[in-house]
């Protein structure tokens, strides 16, 4: 049985560009997907076909159980889309954009007013209910956001990059929120730029890369993929670069990488915190000061590197005005939009 | 700010089935109308500056070229105060394209219009509400208009009924012009461009007419399209309710026939250009 989300061979080509080429999705009820690419990987275009917004020039997808293509309005009661491109009103108060959306999923004027005023409490909005949204910080207007895409308690949820342009703390309450969304069996498709972010909330990770899905799995997976865990040490002096690359040579199993400008050198080795332990006594032994010094675990940016072979954000610097589709012109307008965001 | 709460939710809600058809549309369009009027009442330099410009187009003209200007055989500036009352009020009807235009270019660039295209609402609903949001503001704006031009010196010959049918064909052509903006805010790519998009055209359209100066003086080949705008016909159509003077006596069929020619093309622009928004708005992508 195909899963609340299914996608098959979804292509769609913007001119020269093959924004989607051939992606495959599908997600198991309840779970939450995290597609994780860089700006242009086509993440945003694919929660546009998949949220109605965009007809795909080919391929398949059904959400909750409803074919996309072929009832779109069937699928738009059914879903719930918060992130960087579904806004509110920034003139309408927290309570009267609530209300508004909720008579557009065709709930009554009394249901929708009733329903506004629960989930402003339940985002901690109350006290902020009857202010316009203007003046909401960045936290509270995500969370709004948010709460505009729950209006209906859809079983289905799409996330477009939700955190973008907040600062970690704020990121930390909405993870703690969509956490709990997930937690009472929604299921949940996330796009993020920010690995850390994929690593903390989604049971399975789509890597994706010009159009096409590179790789996919849980995290644990993935980073399995990449390889065990390594050292890194940086050492006081660049003159101790040396000595101390001679001693992880002897720990290690394989060559020892340094990057000479932060006096960091890193070696794969087998062996964990015992390890670590003599490694470190050796270095002292040699006379080697060190800064800092660690067993590292391969985290979801060396997934990105060795799957993909550049690393996320230089990416996302380099496509920034090729963007998934939308031409220099949306790019612009999100790069406006994030900044008055912030 | 406080740490979120837990925000387990107790109320499971489900989308009621959309009721469909023009029931829905009508409910659908009448909650985004009300969202623009709140929207507008939120920014009230929008309405005010919208206010001034036609207040200022009145005293500008009526004073600047009123003693300039010959109606019929009339030199009169108060005589042209009344001739140009019928314009001005047409013109500013035309302006409500601009904000239509704009409003929608930014919806768009805030990511409003996405948010909408995700709702299982009507399909024209989010434009069918601007456009009746920018009706009530028109409307607004011809009442202050109305007040000016009685302190200047216009008044209705021809009755109240007659009058207030001559108000209804500006606010239909109004309405008219609101659907042109919906499809160039539509279209543009920046509200900057709406604003701008929406109003340069407008000169043209409002100024090769009969609004501000008698068409028979212009050129021969400028006459016909003066008669034949759109816009002429309401002008003419108000000069002939308001009992204003300056009729054209032109026997071009819109002239001859103004109320049924301006009744006409406002229908045919709506007709044409909410057919054409719809289908724009339905595949916006920005």
Known sequence: MPGAIYAEGLVKTFGDVRALDGVDLDVPEGTVLGLLGPNGAGKTTTVRVLTTLLQPDSGKAVVAGIDVL??????????????????????????????MVGQLYQMSARDAKKRAGGLLERFNLADAADRPAKTYSGGMRRRLDLAAALVVSPPVMFMDEPTTGLDPRNRQQLWEVIQELVSGGTTLLLTTQYLEEADHLAHNICVVDHGKVIARGTSDQLKARTGGERVEVVVHESEQISPAREVLLGFGKGDVAI????????????????LLAEVIRELDVRGVEIDDIGLRRPTLDDVFISLTGHAAETEAEENGEAEDARGAQGAKAKKSRKESAK | MSATTAPTDAVQVTAPRPRG??????????????????????????IIFGMIQPVMFVVLFSYVFGGSMQIGSSTDPIVYREFLMAGIFAQTVTFATAGAGAGIADDMHKGLIDRFRSLPMARGAVLTGRTLADLVQTALTVVVLTIVALLVGWRIHEGLPKALAGFALLLLLGYAFSWIGALIGLSVRTPEAATSGGLIWLFPVTFISNAFVDSSNMPG??????????????????????????????????????????????????????????????????
């Open chain 2, 21 to 46: 058809g023009i029931v829905q549309s009508v409910n659908d369009s009448l909650v985004v109308a009300k969202r623009n009027l709140i929207r507008m009442t939120r920014i009230p330099e929008m």
């Open chain 1, 259 to 274: 990057a000479e400008h932060t006096r960091k050198l890193t070696v794969p080795v087998t062996g964990g915190a015992k």
């Open chain 2, 221 to 286: 080949w400028l006459q016909p399209i003066a008669e034949w705008n759109p816009f002429s016909a309401t002008v003419q159509a108000c000069r002939e309710l308001f009992g204003n003077p300056g009729v054209s006596p032109s026997d071009a069929w819109p002239m001859e026939h103004s109320v049924l020619a301006s009744i006409l093309w406002s229908v045919l622009i709506i007709v044409v250009f909410r057919t054409l928004a719809v289908r724009k708005y339905r595949s916006a992508t920005a």
């Open chain 1, 70 to 99: 072929k009832h779109p309005n069937e699928v738009r009661r059914s879903i719930g889309l918060s992130g960087q491109f579904a806004a509110v009103d920034e003139y309408l108060t927290g309570r009267e954009n609530l209300q």
